[in-house]
């Protein structure tokens, strides 16, 4: 083990990951130093790794900013494609020096917990009392080895490599250098590395499939030549209805436009709500959940018996607000011909953080033939395509799987035990405590692991208040009291829909927002007047200081 070496400057903090999450946490955390482990080539996590041709934000660019570093042109309506966020994000990175702190092409592989073995956080009695603690003790407590593709000599030269941080003697063992830290950000993201695979029957997989299977995340890293020619003159199919899988089917049907083009067959387990822009009716879109007033008539964690009741009136009005947006839906998009107005409320994909954006002309491509439409619960393999649960065969030559990944899986993996059981694998939801503080696991912050309707601000925010934490600015509430806090957020979230899997604060992300705030010191009603308090929606650039 690397601790009995006893040879390593203890580093403060360390950052796994270096995607919108990890880069946010590096530059609140700047003032500390931190070390930020990337296992890739480049910044920008999923935005660089999980992307198409035609993927693009789901939201307008004003929606996804930092406070501190506007888009230029912010004000046009489009949506960004990926390659203009990967943009922003590196030059947000190089305009706060924060590439400084990252280490490109460093995997982390094994993470050890090295403090007080005599603490006991399962221990229900100690838990009662128990306060959480400092983030930074000034001791070790984690150590993290990291894989890179130099040598071992190589890696010993390049452990200095810190021009602003102190000279660092780190071991070197087994071919993988060794770091320690006060403390862990985990910002590894649910997304990308491990695929989430279906199950087969016995001889029924894809073993048998004569043609080509992929998941949607080898087809990611495909350049833009390699995937036109494994879809173009090819019948594809595509499992799932999520945003990626829509994405997928566009790309094929645009890859075999003409005479000679084949189409393309979506195979849909689950049916969900899908937009064509922001507005509805009329009415932009953000009136409906993304202010403070739309959002006092959904049920928030920790709520007073009175609003409690409150929530239980208004519920007719957030049914018609439901309501509304489908009556939209079912009008601007051919749901009902193709099948797929799904039975469930259109609320219940927004609090689950499921709803997913069209592509442009995304049904024109239905009607034209290029994108087919089959549902189907259950299907397997045979050696020319898929079967269905009805006993259909669809031929195919390519079969890509956007069947989602297992974030959790990878975490999982990385923690050591105790704390690796606290995690639950076929599950993407962690209790932390403002989303960023897991109540038992000591010295270890999470962020990018809650969603809401812009990711960025969500985990730009969390990073400001967990660099203050880390600070000292504010004291932590008992062990206890954070696992109650924590239980009733899930609680509320489990409630709002059928399909919790995630956690989803769209519905009471500024109230999540609100408690940040007073944590920090700072107002938690952010606009100039009570108008603009009520109905104006609140964005990134409300959050810009402290006032």
């Known amino acids: 083990m690397a601790s009995d070496q006893n040879l390593h400057h203890v580093l403060k903090i360390g950052i796994i990951g270096a995607g919108i999450s990890g880069i946010a946490a590096a530059k ?66 190089s305009h706060f020096d924060v590439l400084k702190f990252v280490k490109l092409n460093s995997k982390v592989v094994e993470v050890k917990y090295i403090g007080d073995e005599n603490e006991s956080y399962f221990d229900q009695f100690e838990i009662e009392s128990r306060e959480y603690g400092r983030l930074l003790r000034g001791r070790p407590v984690w150590e993290v080895a990291v894989q890179t593709n130099q040598s071992p000599t190589l890696q010993a030269l390049m452990i200095l490599f810190f021009g602003l941080l102190p000279k660092v ?139 409690t009741f409150l929530c239980f009136l208004f519920s007719p009005m957030r049914k018609a607000i439901s309501k509304f947006i489908e009556s939209y839906l079912v009008w601007k998009l051919p749901l009902v011909k193709y099948g797929l107005k799904p039975d469930h409320p259109f609320e219940e994909d927004y609090t689950s953080c499921q709803m997913a954006t069209l592509p442009e002309n995304f049904f024109q491509a239905a009607d034209d033939g290029r994108i087919l439409f089959k549902r189907s619960s259950k299907w397997w393999f045979w050696s020319g395509g898929i079967e269905l649960e009805d006993n259909t065969k669809l031929e195919a030559d390519v079969v890509v799987l956007a069947t989602g990944f297992q974030g959790s899986k990878k975490l999982k993996a990385l923690l050591p035990q105790p704390f690796r059981s606290l995690i639950q694998e076929d599950s993407a939801n962690l209790p932390l405590y403002r989303g960023t503080i897991h109540p038992l696991i000591p010295n270890m912050a999470f962020v990018g692991y809650v969603e809401s309707v812009s990711n960025l601000h969500t985990s730009e925010l969390r990073s400001k208040w967990l660099a203050q934490l880390v600070d000292e600015q504010f004291k932590l509430p008992t062990i206890e009291n954070m696992m109650e806090k924590t239980r009733k957020e899930m609680q509320v979230m489990k409630k709002t829909t059928r399909f919790y899997k995630r956690n989803c604060i769209s519905t009471f992300s500024i109230n999540h927002s609100d408690h940040l705030c007073e944590d920090m010191g700072w107002k938690s009603w952010r606009k100039n007047s009570w108008f603009s308090e009520a109905f104006a929606p609140y964005t990134c650039q409300d959050y810009l200081s402290h006032k």
């Open 28 to 93: 609140q955390l700047s003032g500390h130093l931190p070390v930020v482990f990337e296992a890739t080539d480049s910044i920008g996590g999923v935005w660089k790794h999980c992307t198409y041709t035609s993927t693009k934000l789901q939201t307008p660019r004003c929606d996804f900013e930092f406070t501190d570093f506007p888009w230029p042109q912010r004000d046009n309506s489009s949506f960004p494609s990926h390659i203009e966020i990967l943009e922003y994000l590196h030059n947000y990175a």
């Open 169 to 307: 003697l780190i071991p070197i063992i087994d071919g993988k250098p060794w770091y320690a830290f006060e403390c862990l950000v985990m910002c590894l993201g649910k997304y990308g590395d491990i695929p989430k695979m279906p199950n087969f029957p016995p001889n029924k997989g894809k073993e048998i499939f004569q043609g080509k299977v992929l998941h949607s995340m080898d087809y990611s890293k495909l350049d833009e030549a390699d995937a036109h020619n494994l879809l173009k003159g090819k019948k594809v199919v595509v499992i799932g209805y999520r945003k990626s899988a829509i994405d997928l089917a566009m790309e094929a049907a645009q890859a075999n436009q003409g005479p000679d083009g084949e189409p393309c067959t979506m195979v849909i387990r689950t049916l969900h709500w899908t937009v064509p822009s922001r507005w509805i009716w009329g009415l932009p879109f953000f009136l409906f959940y993304s202010t403070r007033f739309s959002q006092f008539l959904h049920e928030r964690p920790n709520q007073s018996f009175l609003r």
